[in-house]
């Protein structure tokens, strides 16, 4: 069985502050993949990154960056200097390797940037 | 490019009652999936089809159901609704061949059942 463990539930920053978001998954899978998804209020999920179990990487893209450890199961995301515009909810995602389409999802991470 | 189109936005139906949502994927892209979003069960997955068959299925009741066109647009029916299938319900496409699993989501559609 697969599992996605978002542990906050909210984060409230105030604006040029870096805030990390974390995720931690479980999964028996020796390949799988890993997402992070942003929803605003308009509802869309808004693709962020997409790494497998083979890359541990980090990747850094503008202000967002993401830290993949596999020996802590853990994939977490950082955005730098945080924005009011960065106010979503964001969605860590599992998806197993032999798993067609399917998407575990944690339970979000609401983030208030204030001004 | 066009991104994911999904019909109607917003429906409000009674009990028992069924319904269809609607969902173009982006131009290319083979596979569809389903997911339905509530405050209290989060995201969850309900179908994904690639060229018109059905390759996966999540943990939902036979009353949830759907399917792919040849053109690869995809609809969902959800027969004799209940309150609890209201919920926000989004649809997403990707290639769906190895190694490029990354989904992209439509605005969903928010079934409101009364």
């Known amino acids: 069985a697969q599992k996605v463990t978002q542990a906050q539930t909210e984060i409230s920053v105030v604006e040029k502050e870096d805030v990390t978001l974390d995720c931690v998954y479980e999964?028996?899978?020796?390949?799988?993949?890993l997402f992070w998804y942003k929803q605003p209020p308009s509802g869309e999920l808004v693709f962020l990154i997409r790494?497998?179990?083979?890359?541990?990487q980090n990747e850094i893209s503008g202000r967002y960056s993401w830290n993949f450890q596999k020996s802590t199961s853990s994939f977490n995301f950082t955005i730098t200097a945080s924005q009011v515009v960065d106010s979503a909810v964001y969605f860590c995602?599992?998806?197993?390797?032999?798993?067609?389409?399917?998407?575990?999802f944690g339970q979000g991470t609401i983030l208030t940037v204030h001004p | 490019k066009a991104g994911v189109t999904q019909t109607p936005r917003y429906l409000i139906k009674t009990r028992g009652q069924q319904v269809t949502l609607s969902c173009s994927p982006i131009?290319?892209?083979?596979?569809v999936s389903w997911y339905q979003q509530t405050p209290g069960q989060g995201l969850q997955f309900l179908f994904e089809y690639f060229s018109e068959t059905q390759r996966n299925k999540g943990n939902f009741p036979g009353r949830f159901s759907g399917r792919q066109f040849s053109n690869s647009r995809s609809e969902m029916n959800v027969s004799t609704l209940e309150l609890g299938d209201s919920a926000l319900y989004l649809c997403?496409?990707?290639?769906?061949?190895?190694?490029?699993?990354?989904?992209?989501f439509g605005p969903g559609t928010r079934l409101t059942v009364t």
């Open positions: 997403a496409s990707s290639l769906g061949v190895a190694g490029t699993y990354e989904q992209y």
């Open positions: 999964t028996r899978d020796t390949t799988y993949y």
């Open positions: 995602a599992l998806k197993g390797g032999t798993s067609y389409g399917k998407l575990t």
């Open positions: 790494r497998n179990s083979f890359d541990e």
């Open positions: 131009s290319g892209h083979r596979s």
